[in-house]
């Protein structure tokens, strides 16, 4: 009995006289706990000593073996008691104990006897762990594993924190969100969805599949009727389901006059988001935009003036028509953007050599410390054709300038032209 607790495990065999059966004392200290047993056959025949000691043995190493296990093992009687217990659960045990109690018997229960799979235990100073119960019925029982799940748990309430972070900014977005598994089933929606498709709550909360919401779209028209309405939908629903794809976008004009622009990207997990965007008053302020740009473009080209203007960087971003008969060609053609020093040498292949045209690249491209001290003047140019124009550079707002050219008349100056100009100014 000394020198148990230092040998953990000590056994005594006796041989009684008479050829009777042979008694075998097991003498164990495990866990603070000191078990005797005491082992009587209870068959006529009588084993010999190295049977019950290779048993022993085997039981030494299946009991070494629940010692070091790395999580808690124990064995629940039909009634519910802890009859048996590993190292492990033993050390839980412990440590949930007062200042000088000790572990009675039966074991105390750490872990409801039924109940859900992953429990919450309480360990020492307030802190919480996390573990996945795994029971097993056998004889007379139930053995049960506890599995530290920890890690696991911090992930998931991680992953659901993030769940939720999304569905709030998603409620918040003026865009229409659907998200759709890789089942084509309806996964996530937001409430923008819900205003921009007038479908209903109850309809999308049954997570219909992507075919159907399309249905039900088509339904409310609420898009417009494509020439193949089936192959489309069918195109539509069978984005690539694996791998990384472009997204497919499209824009509805709808009959009540609202324009969507809708995307629908497809996810590597087979899933796809379907995006829907109101773009009807960017679509108005675009049409309006263009038609005042048409609208200025038609007034300078009713003028008799030619005209090209330049931006502070130099590039032509505007010409007339009066311009392209003037000098027998048309900018805006050139796929190419067009500066100042390009359409000088143009210029310069019509006429003979003058200072002007130089003149007239340095006033297009004066420096920004220079731009508010420009003044407008004008002068004239006999073309190498016979014809006098007059030649005027006028600074613009933002750095852009104003070069205009005219066909004089006979006794008609250039400075008849600047003075006409400066009287409809006024």
């Keep these: 009995m000394l020198r148990l607790p230092s040998e953990g495990s000590i056994l005594l065999s006796a041989r009684p006289g008479g050829g009777g059966r042979r008694q075998v004392l097991r003498l164990e200290h495990l866990g603070g706990l000191t078990r005797l047993r005491l082992a009587m056959p209870q068959t006529g025949i009588a084993p010999s000593i190295e049977a019950y000691c290779a048993v022993a043995d085997e039981l030494d190493e299946l009991r ?62 307030g802190v919480a762990h996390w573990f996945d119960l795994d029971r097993r019925a056998v004889a007379g029982g139930t053995v049960c594993l506890a599995l530290l799940t920890d890690a696991v748990q911090k992930a998931e309430t991680g992953l659901r924190d993030f769940m939720q972070t999304l569905v709030r900014t998603f409620a918040h977005l003026p865009v229409g969100l659907a998200i759709f598994d890789g089942q084509r089933q309806l996964h996530l929606f937001n409430p923008a969805f819900l205003d921009l498709t007038g479908l209903r709550v109850d309809f999308l909360s049954q997570r219909p599949r992507l075919a159907a919401v399309l249905d039900a779209l088509r339904d409310g028209n609420m898009i417009p009727e494509p020439k193949d309405y089936r192959a489309w939908r069918k ?21 009540g006059g609202q324009t969507y622009r809708v995307s629908a990207r497809p996810h590597s997990d087979g899933g796809v988001a379907l995006m829907i965007e109101d773009i009807s008053t960017e679509m108005t302020r675009t049409r309006r935009y263009r038609a005042d740009l048409e609208l200025g473009q038609s007034v ?22 009066a311009y392209g008969t003037l000098w027998g060609h048309d900018p805006s053609q050139r796929l190419t953007e067009t500066d100042v020093t390009m359409l000088s040498a143009h210029w310069k292949g019509l006429a003979p050599p003058t200072p002007i045209w130089h003149r007239i690249e340095d006033f297009v491209s004066a420096p920004a410390s220079a731009v508010g001290e420009r003044i407008a003047w004008s002068a004239e140019v006999r073309l190498l054709d016979g014809r006098l124009i007059a030649c005027r550079a006028a600074p613009l707002a933002g750095g852009a300038t104003l070069v205009a050219f005219r066909t004089l008349v006979p006794g008609e100056a250039a400075g008849t032209l600047e003075a006409g100009a400066v009287a409809r100014r006024a």
């Excluded at 104990?97 to 020492?124: H, N, S, T």
């Excluded at 539509?236 to 472009?246: F, I, M, S, Y």
């Excluded at 080209?301 to 931006?311: K, P, T």
């Design 64 to 125: 070494g073996m629940m010692a070091v296990a790395p999580l808690p093992i124990w064995r629940e009687a039909a009634t519910g008691e802890v009859v048996w217990a590993n190292a492990d659960y033993l050390r839980l045990a412990t440590e949930r104990l007062e200042p000088g109690e000790d572990i009675g018997w039966p074991l105390p229960a750490l872990f409801p006897a039924a109940g859900p799979r992953r429990v919450r235990l309480e360990g020492p100073g």
């Design 235 to 255: 195109r539509l629903a069978e984005l690539e389901r694996t791998g990384v794809a472009e997204a497919h976008e499209e824009t509805w004009s709808l009959p």
């Design 300 to 321: 300078v080209d009713a003028l008799g003036e030619g005209i090209a203007v330049f931006s502070a960087a130099g590039q032509l971003v505007m010409s007339n028509d």
